[in-house]
């Protein structure tokens, strides 16, 4: 009797030890996705930025012409890949606008260089430097915060094109003619379009929007 009675005890602790290893476990893999695992991309919605972001570039340069893209390392930034890859695949489709060159941006994994954001206009200002034959710069890490001392420096300002996180330096850009695009998060609701949406552009509409010159006084 003692030894089933042992026994049965055994099992009961093994299963108890068993149980409190899969609760722990449960514990660290949802720790680890809900605070360190990179969020999972939205690819449709990464893909209808792209494409807009093509079809505005070409349209700005009526439909011919060069262009520098800038970009960061997609490590940090996975929907990066996303974006850029529609970006080419839409651009080609459009007409004969070319990419001249990538210029990617040495981040050093600081935090603050991610998607729409971190852009120096000392850095903007060699950019456009290094790319004397593009008539557009496409940036998909954010605008620079140019002075007026910096935009002196320009001899040529070309078209810009740029998805942008934060819009507080927009209005200032706009104003100075330093860029003629913006994509920027949706700020005006309700939102156009479906509100299931499944295509990439029914979800760039329903969660971006485009900002030119014609519409940058309705900005918040």
């Excluded at 935090?111 to 710069?137: D, F, H, M, N, W």
């Excluded at 330096?169 to 003629?180: E, G, N, T």
């Amino acid at each position: 009797m003692r030894s089933m009675s042992s026994g049965a005890s055994n099992v009961k602790t093994m299963l108890l030890i068993a149980a409190c290893i899969a609760v722990i476990s449960g514990c660290l893999a949802w720790i680890y996705f809900t605070q360190f695992a990179p969020p999972e991309a939205n690819a449709a919605l990464h893909q209808g930025i792209g494409q807009v972001m093509a079809e505005e570039t070409s349209k700005l340069l009526e439909h011919k012409g060069r262009v520098m893209i800038v970009t960061m390392e997609t490590s940090k930034a996975p929907e990066l890949n996303i974006q850029l890859a529609a970006f080419e695949k839409t651009l080609k489709k459009l007409g004969s606008v070319t990419i001249e060159r990538k210029f990617t941006l040495e981040t050093d994994d600081k935090p603050k260089y991610r998607t729409g954001a971190g852009l120096s206009g000392r850095r903007y200002l060699r950019i456009v430097q290094k790319s004397a034959e593009a008539q557009a710069i496409v940036s998909f890490v954010g605008v620079p915060d140019l002075t007026s001392d910096e935009i002196a420096k320009f001899e040529k300002m070309p078209h810009f094109v740029a998805e942008v996180r934060s819009v507080d330096k927009l209005k200032s850009l706009f104003d100075k003619k330093a860029i003629q695009v913006a994509i920027v998060s949706r700020f005006e609701f309700p939102a156009p379009g479906t509100k299931r949406p499944r295509t990439p552009r029914e979800w760039f509409d329903n969660r971006f929007q485009i900002v030119t010159a014609t519409n940058v006084a309705s900005l918040p």
